[in-house]
Structure formats: structure tokens, C-alpha cells
């Protein structure tokens, strides 16, 4: 390992520290906002050592574990900047509940570094440390509030399915290795192409339920409602996007090296799947009265629409999946950074009840959440539009024509529910009064946080040509 | 520039109202008849500059255009243009959104200033609809006009509001993402056979495809537009949104949304496919022939009267579709008439029932009668656009069904003989609406007022509308007239490009003797069917 190697891993490296430190200041003294403070410096700091140490070095393999290419280097900026926004949301969130805080950004920012591993690795060792560091922190962020009984129960929920799952995956990994005698993603690829033996295909299986686990695509979504439900608002907002997107980065390298459009079964595979969730995820949306469980269900047929563009063959299926992840991320952070500061000290407002009528009170954040929800239903000049018209578009580049039928059949019916919580926004008449969460005024930093949010929103719905730009960019090369 | 203009001037004036509601709660209404009419006067200088005795005076296919760049790297631009086919439809869209805003100047009581943005984004995103010239812009305003439609309808409609609403939303979002489909479908065979990947119209147009992928891109377009059209099979949304819309909706629904399928049909379906077009054209103007009569039928069996009213449009633009599929340019001529003045009658028609619903408080038709007496002013324009709706001469719908019914009489004989029967039922149902509603055993209301000066001025704007256009057709005629000459060569072009592919001589070669006078009748100078 040289100097410049390390300089290449700076990013990782700043996290790792800032996590240190916030839990040494703690030791020695409590401070809210002095930890919720250095943890959002550490992230801006490391997210700037993006682009100032590792840009210039990329691609760079350090250790046959990591490798900090642009492809790398995007999911970990991405990764971050989400991190930064659950971090600056959870601070109010947190403020005035019962227990310690600073412990709350340890773990965030030990989630973040799994997270920001999993983008890099090219191994099946640096696969499984980051995916442990990222779901053991999650065990205990979802089980924060310790009073409340549905956190607790989502805690363990995602503890007990989150250790089966990484046993089929490490078992799966043994497996590859049993059969290949080799843990590097590339040469697991060079392997494949040939006649795989029985022991690969099994091993492939077992890695596709651990993962798709971590997706929550059917049939692995069980545990989605529960823990979005149960999981504090900013929590549930990390795991649907940071968590998912790292994952989902490893998925589309570690695939990409073996030439999914060539291997007929796992195609098949992944088809079935990505019908599945986007079917399945969108119906059972439609049963649900918690805003909490829609967008669960709803993240689980969105993971069914990237699936789509992940089949797509060529540098057109990645592309759309990065500018989807993006569009995915904004409209998801912003839809639970509403839920966020409008939630009580008592409990998270996760009733659809809790948004009857809330345009009169406040229509900017009725504007905000507004947008986010037609953002995630598709709906032009907003993120979520030009996300998906990319994934229609590398489906139909690849002439997966009955994928994107499906995707169309889909997300008309997933309009449904999202039209249904637009309606509740507005309803009402002025005499009945909802009984207001929260009527504190929303704090500045989430003010500003659900800003920045829906001027990407419309960025990114408008003029995406320079982000479309920077994804053709990075995305040209070899992955 | 001109063109942004258009669409941007009513997309401020939305968020304008929006924001001004919270000063002064008339102000959102003011600013809101402001936009249109503006647009309107734009609209009408334009028309004014380029209207010679002849027709349009233009030196190239477009009388304004506006190209940009906006995601070239996918090659998608901004192309805005306007000829005389979209100017004639932005022009009717400015004239019924104003008609829109003062219909609603009273019922609209809460959450003004959200109603009328969304008023205004559903005019701009149809504006934009008649303008976009690039297929993924268009797709963008398609879809832009969408949702404020459906919040109108969800948040300020009748009774069952929430039902009507998702099922319009659910039809027109469901074939709006297969036509999504379609054009990416289209978009990547122009990419393959040229190595060009744009969405560009111009472009577009021309592509030589295998007759079955034609037919199915061509399916996912047609059907995109049949359903706001609305044809036969796929009609059962209107119905219910007219009904619970509020007035303003149903009349942007009726005059206006409804054409943006027609003019889908003329500006798209039948240019990039017009082999298969042709082939398919039995079948749409069978569709059309279809609704004209069930339409019609379904018409007078109802009791709601807005609901009356709604059928009726599924009857009116079903000479639309067989206009449009008749592909002559009588038949043409006749249905871009028929779109004008049937937005023009048919908007007014809910106009009136709206400020009849407003003071009697309910829309059936049992609990109607003699109101001649009371409301002598409401009978008497009332009279008159039952009268337009069901086709009387001199005034300009008959100018529309006639033309269409020539145009078509010259495709296929049997059909048109068939749509005639259409004037039958109009009559009975126009003068079904006058007997119930006016005349008859007396319903027992407090007095009611008579129309107000405000509902009289604009009812008389619209009677003179159709009065003139009714007397004086030559001037749409002729507006219309160089724009499509240019979409039927555009069709001849395509045709003759996509002949040398074996697979289409084989389809040309099997098509019936009332394809082939189509196809001849298209290919035949403009105007040698004679001009009124």
C-alpha cells in the first residue's frame, strides 16, 4: 500500500476518523449539537476529498479489495451527499426526545462508511466488511427509540433477516470460492462465462437472495413495511436510499463483469424479479392507510423499475440506473425529510390521517411533499419523470420490450396511491381541523435541507443535460 | 421567443395567482382572465400577419419556430412551431380558457388560488401540447396538462369527484406511458436505420420501418389518442370526469383536451404511418361511425344533464375521427371545423348547465322544467347551441359534419351513410335538452335569476363566434389549408419512402378499393376536391 493509495482513499479514511472523533468527544462530554455538527462537517469534508484527492487518481486499484474508479467515486459522492441530508434532518428530529443523541451519528456515519465500501469493492472480502458495517449499525439506528414498541420489533425484524440473509450470502461466497479458488469479482466472471458448474450456480443463487434482500425485491420485501414503519423517519429515509443505492451499486458491478444479457438463466432470473417487485410492490401499496408502508411498497416496486434498466444491455442500462438512483434519492429523502419535521416527540406522522388537510397549514411543505410524490409517480418536469423516461429508454434500447410494458402497467397503477396521499394533502373542508403532530415550527435546517431537495427536484426534471453530461462521462468508460 | 411566450405567460400567471391569493382573495380571478386574453391577443396578431386572401402567407412550413438544444446529448431539443393547424388550435384554447375562467368566476369558492393555477398549467401544458415539435417535448406536455386536470377535477368536483378523477387520471396515464413506449420504440428504429437519434418531428417523419413494427408503434400512438379523443371502446372515462368536473374543467375537458387527441391523430398518427394508416383507416372510421351513433343513443337516455351533454361530445367526435381517417381534404377541412366549433358550442353548452347547476343546485333532468318562463335569456342561448349542437345550417358545426360526411363519402360510402343517421339522433337529443330542461310541466324553484351581464357577454361572444364561422368557414378553410397540404405530402413522402421495402407492397397490394381512393384521394392535388 503507497502514500498515493491512501490519498485515493481519503474519502473512507475521513469517515472512519470522524467517527472516531464524534465517539471520543462523546466520552468526554455530551453535546448534541457539537456531534451532529462534526459528523456533518466529516461528510462534507469527505465528500470534498472526493473531488480533490481522489478524482485525480482515479481509477486506482488499492488492494485487490477496492478500487476507487468514477464509477466508485460516484455512488460514494452520492452515498454521502445523502448521508449529510439524513444527518442535517436528524438533528431537530432527535432534539427534545428522550435518551442520547450522539451515539445516533456514530452509527450514521459507520453506516455511511459500509455503505461507501460496498460502491468500491471488487472483492468478496471487502463486499461482506462493508455489508456488515453497514447492516449491524442499522440494527441499532432502526431500534433507536428504545421506548417505542414498533422500532423495537422493526430492530429485530431486520436483525433476524438481515443475519439469515448474510449467511446465505457468506455461504454463497464459499461456494464461488470452493469452485473458482478466487474472491476477485473479475476473475468470478471469467469463470462464469464458461460451462458453470453446480457449485457456481448455487453459489450465484445464494448471493442473489442476500442481496435481494438488501434490495427488498420480491420475493425477499417481507421485512420492508415493517422496518420503514418501525424505524425512526430520518432512519427509514437512510435505509431506503443510501442503504439500497450501495447495494445496488455492487449489484450492477459485480453483474456487469458477467455479461448478463448473454447468461440466459440469470436474465431470467432478474426478470422475474424485476416484475415481480414492481407488480407486487405497487398492489400491495394500494391496501396501505400508513404513509410509511406506501412508500415501502413503493420503494420496493421503484427497485423493480432499476432492475429494468440493470438488464438493459451496453453503457446505456448503467447510465439510466445512476441518473434513477439520483432521481430516487432526491424524491425519497425529500418525501421522508417531510415526514421527518412533521413527525412528533410521540411518534413519527406516518397516518394518512396525520396530512388530511395540510395545505392550510403549511402549503409550502404540502407544495414540497407535493412534488416529491409525483416526482416517484413519474410525472413530467420533475426528477422522478426523466429517471424513469431514461430506464424506458435503455429498456427500449434493448428491445426488452415485455419489461417495459410492465414497467408502464406498473407504475399507472402505483399512481394510484400516490395520487391518494395528494388528495389527502388538499382535502377537507376548513371547519374540520386536523389534530396537529407537531405545530413547532419546522426547524431552519430542515427548512433548508427539503429546499435544496426540491431545487434538484425541478433541476433535475427541467434541465438535466449537464447531470446527463457528467453520467455519460463517467459512464463511457469500462466499469 | 413569441412561442415560449405563449405557453410561459399562462404558467406565471398560475403561480402568480397562486401567490396573489394570499393578499387579496380577487386577485387570483383577475390575473387569471388576464393570461388568456393576452394569449389570445398574441395569437390574433400573429394570425393577422400572415393571413393573405389566398391563405397563410409563409415561406417555410412554419410561421414561427423555436429550436433549442435541451438534452442533446439523448437528442432531445426544445422545437416549438406553429402553422396554421396549431395556431387555429391555440387560438381556440386562449378562447375557451377565457370562457373557463369567467364559468368559474363564482362557483369556485375555496382554495382559489390553487384553482386557478392549475387552471392556467392545464391551458399552458395544452398549448404546448398544439406547439411541441419534438416528441419528447410533447410527451412532457401531455402529461403537464395532466395532473393540474386531475386536481381540478379531484378537489372542486361534484359528488363522486374522487372516483372520476383517478379514472381519468388512470386512462390517460396508462396510454400516455404506452405512448412513451411507442416513441422511444420509433425513436431507436430512426436511431438504427440512420445512426441519427433525435426526437425531432422533422426528422422523424420519413422512416422507413417493417409493416409490423409500423403497426405496432403506430397502435401504441392511436391509441394514446383514441382514448382523449375519446373513440368507442376507450370513452368510458368521459362520461364520468365531464360530469363531476367542475365548469371549468368540463369545459377545458370538452373544448379543449378532447382536441389534443384529435390533433395527435393528425399531426403524428397518420405522417409517421401512413402506410399503415392506411391500411387501419376502415377500422378507425368504423370506431368513429360508432361513437357517432352510440353516442348519440346514450345521449338521450340520460337524465344528468351534464352527462347528456358529455355523450353528446363522444358523438361530435366521432365525425372527427372519421374526418381525420378519411385523409381528404374535404374531410380534413371538415374535421379541423368540427374540432373549433365544437369546442366552441359544446364549451358553452357546459357553460350554461354549470350556471344552471349553480342556481338550482342539481343537474337532474327530473327536476327540471319550464324554466323558459323564469329564465327566458338562459332558453333562448340555450336554444342556440342545442341548435349548433345538432348541426343546423348557417351555423359553423354544420359547416364541420357536412364537409366531414363529404370527405368521407368519397373514402367509403357505406360508413358515411351511416354517419348521416348521426344527425337524426342529434336532433332528437338537442331538442330532448329544450323540452325537458324549458319547456314542459313547471319544476317548483324560488325565482331564479335570469343570466347575469357577465354570462350573457361571453354566451354572445361565442353566438357570434359560430354565427361567423358558420357564415364565413373560408377563413378557418383557408388558415388550415397550407398546413395540411404539408402533413398530407409529409404522408406521401413517408409512403413513398418506406415502397421500396418489399413488405409494404405486399400490404399495398392487398388493400381494398376503398383504401386504394384513400390513398389516391391523398396523393391527389390539394384542392381539386373542390372548396366550398
New interface residues.
Given amino acids: 500500500m503507497t502514500v498515493s493509495d491512501l490519498i485515493a482513499l481519503c474519502p473512507l479514511i475521513l469517515l472512519a476518523f470522524t467517527a472516531v472523533l464524534v465517539m471520543l468527544v462523546t466520552a468526554l462530554r455530551r453535546n448534541h449539537l457539537l456531534a451532529a455538527t462534526l459528523t456533518a462537517v466529516g461528510i462534507t469534508l469527505a465528500f470534498l476529498a472526493i473531488l480533490v484527492t481522489s478524482l485525480p487518481l482515479a481509477p486506482r486499484q488499492v488492494t485487490p479489495l477496492l478500487v476507487l474508479d468514477h464509477y466508485a467515486l460516484f455512488y460514494i459522492g452520492l452515498v454521502l451527499a445523502a448521508s449529510l441530508a439524513v444527518a442535517i434532518l436528524s438533528y431537530p428530529y432527535l432534539k427534545g426526545r428522550e435518551g442520547n443523541y450522539e451515539e445516533f451519528y456514530i452509527l450514521l456515519l459507520l453506516a455511511t462508511l459500509g455503505s461507501a465500501v460496498l460502491a468500491g469493492s471488487t472483492h468478496f472480502a471487502s463486499f461482506f466488511l462493508g455489508l456488515e458495517i453497514l447492516s449491524v449499525s442499522l440494527y441499532a439506528l432502526i431500534a433507536y427509540p428504545r421506548t417505542w414498541e414498533r422500532s423495537i420489533e422493526a430492530g429485530v425484524k431486520y436483525l433476524i433477516l438481515a443475519a439469515a440473509s448474510a449467511a446465505f450470502l457468506l455461504f454463497g461466497m464459499a461456494l464461488l470460492y470452493a469452485e473458482i479458488g478466487t474472491m476477485e469479482f473479475s476473475q468470478i466472471a471469467t469463470a462464469a462465462r464458461g460451462v458453470p458448474g453446480t457449485f457456481l450456480k448455487a453459489g450465484l443463487a445464494m448471493i442473489i437472495v442476500g442481496l435481494g434482500f438488501k434490495l427488498a425485491v420480491v420475493p425477499f420485501h417481507i421485512w420492508t413495511p415493517d422496518v420503514y414503519e418501525g424505524a425512526p423517519a430520518p432512519v427509514t429515509a437512510f435505509v431506503a436510499t443510501v442503504s439500497k443505492g450501495s447495494v445496488f451499486a455492487l449489484l450492477l458491478r459485480y453483474f456487469t463483469h458477467i455479461d448478463l444479457q448473454t447468461y440466459f438463466p440469470l436474465f431470467l432470473l432478474f426478470s422475474i424479479i424485476a416484475i415481480a417487485s414492481m407488480f407486487i410492490g405497487n398492489l400491495l401499496a394500494l391496501l396501505q392507510k400508513n404513509v410509511k408502508r406506501i412508500l415501502a411498497y413503493s420503494s420496493i416496486a421503484h427497485l423493480g423499475y432499476l432492475l429494468v434498466a440493470f438488464l438493459a444491455s451496453g453503457a446505456l442500462g448503467p447510465m439510466a440506473v445512476a441518473f434513477y438512483l439520483v432521481a430516487y434519492f432526491v424524491t425519497t429523502l425529500g418525501a421522508f425529510g417531510v415526514i421527518t419535521v412533521l413527525s412528533g416527540k410521540e411518534r413519527d406522522a406516518d397516518d394518512l390521517d396525520d396530512y388530511r388537510g395540510l395545505f392550510r397549514d403549511s402549503p409550502y411543505l404540502t407544495g414540497t411533499f407535493t412534488a416529491m410524490l409525483l416526482s416517484l409517480a413519474g410525472i413530467p418536469l420533475t426528477a422522478g419523470f426523466v429517471g424513469k423516461f431514461y430506464i424506458v429508454f435503455a429498456g427500449a434500447g434493448s428491445a426488452l420490450w415485455l419489461l417495459v410494458l410492465c414497467l408502464v402497467a406498473a407504475s399507472a397503477t402505483g399512481l394510484f396511491y400516490y395520487l391518494r396521499i395528494v388528495g389527502a394533502l388538499y382535502a377537507g373542508s376548513p371547519e374540520a381541523k386536523r389534530t396537529p403532530l407537531a405545530q413547532a415550527s419546522v426547524s431552519l435546517a430542515g427548512k433548508l435541507v427539503l429546499a435544496v431537495l426540491l431545487i434538484l427536484l425541478v433541476w433535475l426534471g427541467v434541465y438535466p443535460t449537464p447531470f446527463v453530461q457528467l453520467i455519460q462521462a463517467i459512464f463511457s468508460r469500462p466499469i | 421567443m413569441m412561442l415560449l411566450w405563449l405557453i410561459l405567460i399562462l404558467a406565471v400567471a398560475g403561480v402568480l395567482s397562486w401567490l396573489s391569493e394570499r393578499w387579496n382573495s380577487k386577485l387570483p380571478r383577475w390575473i387569471s382572465l388576464m393570461a388568456p386574453t393576452i394569449t389570445l391577443v398574441l395569437v390574433l396578431i400573429l394570425w393577422r400577419r400572415h393571413l393573405g386572401q389566398m391563405g397563410l402567407t409563409q415561406n417555410q412550413q412554419w410561421l414561427a419556430e423555436i429550436d433549442w ?6 437528442g432531445i431539443g426544445f422545437h416549438l412551431g406553429i402553422d396554421g393547424l396549431s395556431l387555429l388550435l391555440v387560438l381556440l384554447t386562449a378562447f375557451l380558457g377565457i370562457l373557463a375562467v369567467v364559468s368559474s368566476w363564482t362557483e369556485i369558492r ?2 382559489i388560488g ?1 384553482f386557478y393555477f392549475n387552471l392556467m398549467w392545464v391551458l399552458a401544458g395544452i398549448i404546448g401540447v398544439f406547439l411541441a415539435l419534438d416528441l ?1 417535448l410533447f ?3 401531455w ?2 396538462m ?2 393540474p386536470m ?2 381540478l377535477i ?2 372542486w368536483g361534484h359528488e363522486n369527484r ?1 372516483y372520476a378523477s ?1 379514472k381519468f ?2 386512462f390517460t ?2 396510454s400516455g ?2 405512448m ?2 411507442t416513441i ?2 420509433l ?2 428504429v430512426h436511431g438504427r436505420n440512420t445512426g441519427v437519434y433525435t426526437f425531432d418531428y422533422g426528422h422523424l417523419l420519413g422512416t422507413s420501418m417493417a409493416p409490423s413494427t409500423a403497426l405496432w408503434l403506430m397502435s401504441g400512438f392511436f391509441i394514446a389518442f383514441a382514448v382523449k379523443l375519446p373513440a368507442v371502446p376507450v370513452h368510458t372515462w368521459l362520461p364520468d370526469a365531464h360530469t363531476e368536473a367542475p365548469t371549468a374543467g368540463s369545459i377545458v375537458l370538452a373544448g379543449l383536451l378532447l382536441k389534443t387527441g384529435a390533433y395527435g391523430l393528425l399531426r403524428f398518427v397518420i405522417p409517421l404511418f401512413p402506410g399503415v394508416s392506411s391500411q387501419f383507416a376502415p377500422v378507425a372510421m368504423i370506431l368513429g361511425v360508432i361513437g357517432i351513433l352510440y353516442g348519440a343513443i346514450l345521449a338521450f337516455a340520460q337524465t344528468d344533464l351534464k352527462r347528456l351533454v358529455a355523450y353528446t361530445s363522444v358523438s361530435h367526435m366521432g365525425f372527427v375521427l372519421l374526418g381525420v381517417f378519411a385523409w381528404n381534404s374535404l374531410a380534413l377541412q371538415g374535421a379541423i371545423m368540427q374540432i373549433i366549433c365544437h369546442g366552441i358550442s359544446t364549451g358553452t353548452l357546459f357553460f350554461l348547465v354549470g350556471a344552471l347547476q349553480e342556481r338550482i343546485r342539481t343537474r337532474d333532468m327530473n327536476r327540471m322544467g319550464g324554466f323558459w318562463s323564469t329564465m327566458p335569456r338562459m332558453g333562448g342561448v340555450m336554444l342556440f347551441f342545442a341548435l349548433a349542437s345538432l348541426g343546423l345550417p348557417g351555423l359553423g358545426n354544420f359547416v364541420g359534419e357536412f364537409l366531414v360526411l363529404n370527405g368521407a363519402y368519397q373514402a367509403h360510402a357505406g360508413l358515411t351513410a351511416l354517419a348521416a343517421i348521426g344527425f337524426v339522433f342529434a336532433t332528437i337529443y338537442s331538442l330532448w335538452i329544450i323540452h325537458r330542461v324549458f319547456h314542459g310541466s313547471k319544476a317548483e324553484y324560488p325565482p331564479l335569476p335570469d343570466l347575469l351581464v357577465r354570462e350573457l357577454a361571453v354566451t354572445g361572444v361565442m353566438i357570434a363566434a359560430l354565427v361567423w364561422l358558420g357564415l364565413n368557414p373560408q377563413i378557418i378553410l383557408k388558415t388550415s389549408q397550407s398546413a395540411l397540404h404539408n402533413l398530407q405530402q409529409s404522408a406521401i413522402l413517408t409512403q413513398k419512402g418506406t415502397m421500396s421495402s418489399p413488405g409494404v407492397d405486399f400490404n399495398r397490394a392487398r388493400a381494398t378499393p376503398a383504401q386504394a381512393k384513400v390513398a389516391r384521394s391523398a396523393e391527389r392535388p390539394f384542392g381539386q376536391g373542390g372548396m366550398p
Avoid: D
Wanted: charged share 10%.
Fill in positions: 438544444k435541451w438534452i442533446p446529448q439523448l375555496e382554495r390553487f419528447f410527451y412532457v406536455f402529461e403537464m395532466l395532473v386531475y386536481f379531484a378537489f374522487v383517478l387520471f388512470l396515464q396508462a406511458l404506452l412513451l413506449a422511444l420504440g425513436y431507436f
